[in-house]
């Protein structure tokens, strides 16, 4: 398949983010919301309403794609602190997972310049992108019991959150329809957000000290690592070793208890790579061949794909 010519802008996670809202900013935010990224190929649906914000999921579906299929399928969350960020990240990984034969989508989700809102509407909104993927399964071509969620730095925490943290449910939704993946896919995710039981802070003190309105709730019940439990999906974490923005022994711990919890958790840990080292077009793509290979072995050890990967196809 041929890449667009285009390349993702490497999306900044800082966790340095000013709280106040511009006078203006709510107007933007309508007017932002009304506007949809554009896909070629794919198709873009409304997964969900608040007040005037439609947010979207943009879906890349495999070649012969029939609504009577029941692929296997994935939901990404981009980053950008909870503040910033496009789902345009994905495009390239929806791109190639829908050419391996999944139904590969990357969702809009409320973030705070455009819409004034904290880390748990994200939470939800995340909640919410899944729960329509599994309600809609019959009409998009997807085993409902084979929906993964991804993300990227907070898109990761968004996805993690789908999977380990419970509550966050949009008000309004039928409960009975599960919100949570049954696999995750994450790339340099927040996993944790609040001060570990020992004393270590994931993030320097005086932004922690921020945490508790940013979060938008008490930062412990939104921080995965802090909710891992027995029976959270299967789960692979992708992590730069030399990554500042979000350390990397956050993830460690965050694999060490999700597998002391009797979960399949899996760390890859790159040398030298720092926040946003998988993103498509950075460093000749050499890291975004790397991740899309490793994310591509683990959704076949989970049944999600068949065969082998066709990257060096994919990246021609």
Not at 191 to 213: H, I, N, S, T, W
Request: proline letters at 5%; one cysteine or more; aromatic letters at 8%.
């Amino acid at each position: 398949m041929k890449l667009l010519a285009r390349s993702v802008l490497v999306l900044s996670t800082s966790v340095i983010l000013s709280m106040t809202v511009p006078a203006n900013s709510q107007e933007k935010a309508r007017k932002a919301s009304s506007e949809s990224e554009t896909f070629p190929g794919a198709r873009s649906e409304a997964y969900k309403q608040i007040g005037d914000v439609a947010l979207k999921i943009h879906i890349f579906n495999p070649a012969g794609h029939a609504s009577s299929d029941k692929h296997s399928a994935i939901v990404f969350f981009f980053g950008g602190g909870w503040r910033s960020g496009t789902p345009k990240q994905f495009e390239q990984q929806c791109r190639y997972l829908a050419s391996r034969g999944m139904v590969a989508m990357t969702a809009e989700y409320r973030i705070f310049n455009k819409h004034g809102t904290r880390a748990d509407k994200c939470v939800e909104d995340g909640k919410s992108a899944v729960r329509w993927v599994r309600k809609n399964a019959r009409r998009l071509g997807v085993d409902p019991k084979r929906i993964a969620a991804g993300g990227g730095s907070a898109g990761g925490h968004v996805a993690a959150c789908t999977g380990v943290v419970s509550g966050f449910e949009a008000t309004g939704e039928n409960s009975r329809i599960n919100s949570a993946p049954n696999a995750l896919v994450l790339f340099n995710p927040a996993l944790v957000v609040a001060p570990m039981p020992d004393g270590r802070l994931p993030f320097p003190k005086d932004k922690m000290d921020e945490f508790p309105e940013r979060m938008g709730t008490t930062p412990e019940r939104i921080s995965p690592w802090h909710q891992v439990r027995p029976g959270a999906p299967p789960s692979l974490v992708m992590h730069g070793k030399a990554d500042t923005t979000v350390v990397f022994w956050t993830a460690e711990v965050f694999a060490e208890k999700m597998r002391t919890a009797g979960n399949h958790c899996e760390l890859a840990g790159y040398e030298g790579q720092s926040h946003g080292f998988f993103n498509f077009g950075k460093g000749g793509n050499k890291m975004f061949e790397a991740t899309l290979r490793r994310t591509d072995a683990f959704l076949v050890s989970l049944g999600f794909l068949k065969g082998k990967d066709t990257v060096t196809a994919f990246l021609r």
